[in-house]
Each structure stands twice: as structure tokens, then as C-alpha cells.
């Protein structure tokens, strides 16, 4: 049976099942100078880093799931224990049938990983050479490799750059490359990170389409983790925040808005050049600018009719338009760090 048509059966609904996962590191601290690093030789001073704590997750077959978090805050050690590189120091981890540290051979033949900062092209060969070592990695048939080999070469434009050393490719050149890498043995889980890193905006567009495609054509799993809310608004449904170790967050994106932003932004417009202030409860100006004033409501406090009732009152003679948004989600999960 063709590789891209070959799903095993009787795996879990979940692809990924991780309960009470913890992961604990041992760092060392030191003053500076000689004589401090020769005393540590002798004396070694140990403190407990807790990277994971306490993690509960569970994933579904074809579920496209944004991890985020600010840096620091455990997202690449819980990718790293999902790939089998780190092992965890409680807890369990199951992902697609297998414990990923110690079924790392027969594991690695169902995953597919993209870092961005660690390559799997022979940096001084054209990355067709790599394709076809993978090929053989993977005992793909020559028949499933070329369809699948042609099909991402069209969805991601790179027919011109495959011939090239790896070397004097860019940074966004590489990354769609090393994608091609990581998916032609159609793995059925895929961990991405900054899959859109150092791409222009009709490449970062091209990107997203390929890993829509991959998903719905193949129901390949995808997790990513970026810093690029635009990617996490236009490919994931379902969020995980995880901040100091732990998820403080996990459900729809919709509802970060709903449920946790809990505001509204209104944009009015004026034909008069200047207006006067708007008082209300619950509201608060944010930009002031000729023909434009910008409030933010937090719906908390006041309802969002009353205040546009209000609106309409008192600027009746000189509003033209009335906008009313969401607040920018990047501004969203920025307060959602500090909290």
C-alpha cells in the first residue's frame, strides 16, 4: 500500500495522552572569577529548575493545536519529551500508541519535526539529495516519493531552490525545505517550530495553505509553536498557553476573546474635526485623532448596547460611522502573560 494512503488501525481517538507530566532540571550557580570556578569544582552549589509542572493534555487525530507561551516558559521541553529527546521526571506520556523515549525507533517512523533553528539538510548539498537519503530512511516506494515529493514542491514553490546547496539558501527559503524533509514519509503527528519564521507575507500565506492541505487531505496532527498570532488565527481553532511550566490556558481561540478579553473596541467617526469627550462607565479613550475617536469598553462593567445608545445621543449631528472589533489577540495574550 502507497506510504500517503497507510494509516495504522486501532490507535486511540486521542493521538496524544499526557497525564501529570512534571520534568525537573538540575541547575548550578557560581560567582565569577578564578577562584569562585575552582572552588565549584570542589563545591558544587545545585538548584531545582521546574520546567514542567503538572501537565494534563490531551490531543485528537487531525486537530491542528497552537502551543504558546512566552520564552522560558516550557514549550520547547514539553516538545522535546513528545519526541522522545528528553525523557520526563514524573508522569505519563502516550503518543500514538507509543512512550516516546523509549520506543524512539519504531516512533520516529509515524512523526515528523520542524525546528527552525535545527536543520535536517546536508548544509552543503542541494536539498533534492536530502529528499532522496529520506527516501530511503524511510523505505518510501518510488511511486508514493514522487507524488508526494511533486505535490509539496507545487503547494510550496520551491522547483527553483531544490538544486541549490543548502547553504546559500535563506533563512525562508531553507525552512520550506526542511519542511518537504520532515513530511514526505506522511508522518501522522508533526511538531512545528516557527514553521513561518523568516518568510515574506505570500510565503508565510503559501505555508499556511500547505499545512491546511496536509490536514485535511492526509488528517495529519499538527502542533505549533510560534510567536506569530497571525499564524495561530488562521490555522488553529484550539489553543494551549502554558507560562512558568503549567497550562493556564486550553480551549478555543474564539473564546480568549469571549471569555477572557471581555472588552470590545469601538471606532467612531466624526464629520467634525474635534468632538467632545465621552464619559460612560466601563469605557476608556484610547486614541484621540481629528474626525476619530477610539474607545475601549470592558463589557464587565457596562453593556455594549447602553453605551452605543449613548453614543448615538450624543454625537447624533456629527457621526458618520461606528466600527465595533475585538482587541488585537497579540494584545490579548500579552495580558494573559502577565497575569
Keep these: 500500500m502507497e506510504i500517503m494512503k497507510k494509516r495504522r488501525k486501532g490507535l486511540p481517538e486521542n493521538v496524544i495522552e499526557i497525564r501529570n507530566l512534571g520534568r525537573e532540571f538540575r541547575n548550578y550557580k557560581r560567582e565569577g572569577g578564578f577562584i569562585e570556578s575552582f572552588k565549584n569544582i ?20 487531525g486537530e491542528i493545536i497552537g502551543l504558546i507561551g512566552p520564552n522560558g516558559a516550557g514549550k520547547s521541553t514539553l516538545i522535546k519529551i513528545l519526541s522522545g529527546v528528553l525523557y520526563p521526571s514524573s508522569g505519563t506520556v502516550k503518543v500514538l500508541g507509543f512512550t516516546p523515549w523509549k520506543d524512539r525507533i519504531r516512533y520516529a517512523k509515524h512523526l515528523g519535526v520542524v525546528f527552525g533553528q535545527k536543520s ?75 514553521p513561518t519564521i523568516g518568510l515574506d507575507i505570500i510565503a508565510k500565506e503559501r505555508m499556511r495553505d500547505f499545512i491546511k492541505e496536509m490536514n485535511e487531505k492526509y488528517g495529519t496532527t499538527f502542533i505549533i509553536t510560534t510567536h506569530d498570532m497571525d499564524d495561530i488565527e488562521k490555522l488553529c481553532k484550539r489553543v494551549v498557553i502554558i507560562n512558568y511550566g503549567k497550562i493556564i490556558y486550553d480551549g478555543p481561540l474564539k473564546d480568549i476573546r469571549t471569555k477572557i478579553a471581555n472588552r470590545k473596541v469601538l471606532d467612531c467617526k466624526f464629520s467634525e474635526e474635534n468632538v467632545p469627550p465621552f464619559f460612560m462607565k466601563g469605557c476608556r479613550t484610547i486614541s484621540i485623532r481629528p474626525h476619530q475617536r477610539i474607545i475601549e469598553l470592558d463589557l464587565s462593567k457596562n453593556n455594549l448596547r447602553k453605551v452605543l445608545d449613548r453614543l448615538m445621543k450624543k454625537y447624533s449631528n456629527s457621526l458618520e460611522d461606528l466600527g465595533i472589533m475585538d482587541p488585537p489577540i497579540e494584545e490579548i495574550i500579552a495580558q494573559i502573560y502577565k497575569k
Design 42 to 61: 570542589f563545591n558544587r552549589e545545585y538548584r531545582p529548575f521546574i520546567a514542567l509542572r503538572d501537565i494534563n493534555l490531551d490531543v485528537k487525530k
Design 120 to 194: 535536517q539538510l546536508w548544509y552543503d548539498l542541494p536539498a533534492i539529495d536530502s529528499f532522496i537519503l529520506n527516501k530511503s530512511l524511510y523505505d518510501i516506494p518510488t511511486s508514493s516519493y514522487n507524488k508526494r515529493l511533486k505535490m509539496m514542491i507545487d503547494l510550496l514553490g520551491i522547483k527553483d531552490l531544490m538544486k541549490k546547496p543548502v547553504r546559500s539558501l535563506s533563512l525562508g527559503e531553507r525552512m520550506r525545505c526542511e519542511i518537504v524533509q520532515s513530511l514526505l514519509h506522511n508522518p501522522e503527528l508533526v511538531f512545528f517550530d516557527e
